[in-house]
């Protein structure tokens, strides 16, 4: 087994020229590239060291005829060893890689290379990003806390999938960025195309922050009267807390007129388990708690995008209530 070996590199669609660097260095060790497995392990064999050169070309359209689109470089001395992600791998015997012997004739053509992997990478995404991630983070976003642990852990995945994606493309624009201004220093387009890029991910991390904020804030109001409280909850996602000093033998009477989305009604003395606790999808109705011991109780009613009118009377003598 001494004759091969797998080394592992991880470049970005940028790093060609780091990449055709790091294997012209190992075949001049004595190491030749025999193949890569994705997401990056080279595999090597061991061959005579010398001076060979790497080089790499995205075109997905010389794919569609290979034979003539490898005979080109051939002609040029260039050997075609195989495509991995996209990418072909050329190299040619005997060239000084420090030279930098290149297959593309000027910048623009190798600019034309990055806008090749731009559209067969890059563009994908996007399209995935816009027609499938966003549409399923808004819906489940919009849904947020009425739909259970399911909803919410869907909820949170299609977050952090997008973040990622506005990661990516915010660092991949970077890249394209530097690489462009690199090769065309000279063109004030470039700077100004890149902004708008920048600007238009920004908006979209704006909207997403928007739209998740005012799916969590709560819009609701408590009114006590001398007889219990009442609330009116257009969205409700936070609990609502109230005490009263009850003595055996007091009502808790609950009504509500229920609109939508997740409430829960705790009703507890300090006990380790509750007097009373309900939850909206257990499908409870209005009820009556009556007490069994003098001390003080809690009444707590909770929500996650909870709509409705909760009404609590409390009967009994005297009640003092506290909203917290």
Known sequence: MGDKKTAFKFFTIF???????????????GWKLTGIIFPGFYRFESC????????????????????????????????????FVGYSYFR???????????????????????????????????????????????????????????????????LVVAIIYLVLFGATSFQFYQYEKK??????????????????ILLIIISIGIFFYFSRRSVYSVSETADGFTIEAEQLNKPVLMEYNL???????????????????????????????????DGFGDFTVEIQEDGHYRIECSGRRAKGVIRFVIKQHHALGIVL
């Open 183 to 200: 090769l065309f220093p000279e063109n004030p387009g470039i700077k100004w195309k890149y902004l708008g890029i920048s600007l238009l």
């Open 92 to 158: 040619k015997a005997g060239a000084d890689s420090q030279e930098r012997e290149e297959i593309f004739c000027d910048d623009a053509s190798r600019l034309d290379m990055m806008k090749r992997v731009f559209k067969g990478r890059i563009i994908p995404l996007i399209i995935l990003f816009v027609c499938v991630i966003l549409p399923q983070l808004f819906m489940n976003i919009s849904k947020y806390g009425t739909g259970g642990s399911v909803q919410d852990f869907l909820s949170i995945t299609f």
């Open 247 to 281: 003595k055996k033998g007091d009502l808790i009477a609950v009504s509500h007129q229920y609109d939508g989305g997740e409430l829960s009604i705790r009703i507890e003395d300090g006990h380790e388990s509750p007097v009373f606790y309900g939850n909206s999808y």
């Open 15 to 29: 790093q060609y020229r780091q990449e055709e660097a790091f294997l012209s260095s190992m075949h001049g060790k």
């Open 48 to 83: 005579e060291p010398q001076n060979v050169a790497y080089r790499l070309d995205y075109n997905q359209e010389g794919i569609n005829d290979k034979k003539d689109y490898v005979q080109i470089f051939s002609d040029c001395g260039w050997d075609y060893l195989f495509d």
